[in-house]
């Protein structure tokens, strides 16, 4: 498994978690305040678990236009390297 | 004076109620030590045995019950995250507590005297992401993490 796809299933995992949802249940382009239901607090506690387990600052202007779960994974893995 | 040095507020009884709407039986900070803007907040409670909740929470044994620890806990992180706010954010807002995980590693008695150090894990403009520690002297009573957020009153 490369190193992004790895990101990808971390982070999937990492929402699902946070959601209480089943990863398999999540899908990439699944939106994550309508399809998902995540609301404000959630969205800090997934912003503060990526930045704690890869060790990065995501810019706020950034996270806005974070909508889906595989927009989250972009902004880590733009970040990361 | 550096402009971190004047950042700095104590707050009395008086003034935490100004940004504490809790009143008694849930106010659960008699002072903040400082205050440090997108810093640290160290709030103070001092614990006398004849608290309300004693009385039921032993009759036999007084024991400080945890939900009041994270009570304190959480009013310390709202005037911290009250300070910390950006000056344009809107303050006419009711701060409410998203989630909390704690970590009990001492009772806390009657006579006890609680100092509540907060400090943010992240800050966004209308939530917070704190984490907490609980001192009795210079032993951590209580530790974890807290989520607030900062919701508009005409959105309630």
Redesign the interface.
């Known amino acids: 498994m490369d190193q992004m796809q790895c990101v990808d299933d971390e982070v999937r995992n990492l929402v699902a978690g946070i959601l209480e949802l089943e990863p398999s249940q999540i899908e990439g382009e699944a939106r994550l305040v309508q399809d998902l239901g995540m609301?404000?607090?959630m969205?800090?506690?997934i912003?503060?678990s990526v930045?704690?387990k890869y060790k990065v600052k995501l810019p706020?202007d950034e996270?806005a236009n974070v909508k889906t779960v595989n927009s989250v994974s972009e902004i880590v893995k733009r970040h990361v390297h | 004076m550096s402009t971190e040095v004047e950042a700095v507020q104590q707050l009395d009884f008086e003034a935490v109620k100004q940004i504490i709407p809790q009143r008694f039986p849930f106010l659960m900070l008699d002072r903040i030590l400082e205050v440090r803007p997108g810093v640290c907040a160290v709030g103070l409670k001092n614990l006398t045995g004849n608290e309300w909740f004693y009385q039921g929470h032993f009759p036999k044994r007084a024991v400080t019950p945890g939900a009041m620890i994270n009570e304190a806990i959480a009013q310390t992180g709202i005037v911290f995250f009250h300070y910390s706010r950006e000056d344009d954010a809107e303050h006419d807002v009711t701060y409410l507590l998203?989630?909390i995980r704690m970590r009990f590693l001492k009772p806390v008695w009657p006579g006890d005297q609680l100092r509540l150090e907060i400090v943010p894990?992240?800050m966004?403009r209308?939530?917070?992401?704190l984490a907490a520690r609980a001192f009795v002297q210079d032993q951590v009573v209580a530790k974890g993490e807290l989520?607030l957020?900062a919701k508009p009153n005409r959105e309630l």
């Open positions: 609301d404000s607090m969205a800090l506690e912003i503060a930045e704690r706020e996270l | 998203g989630a894990i992240r966004m209308h939530s917070a992401m989520l957020s």
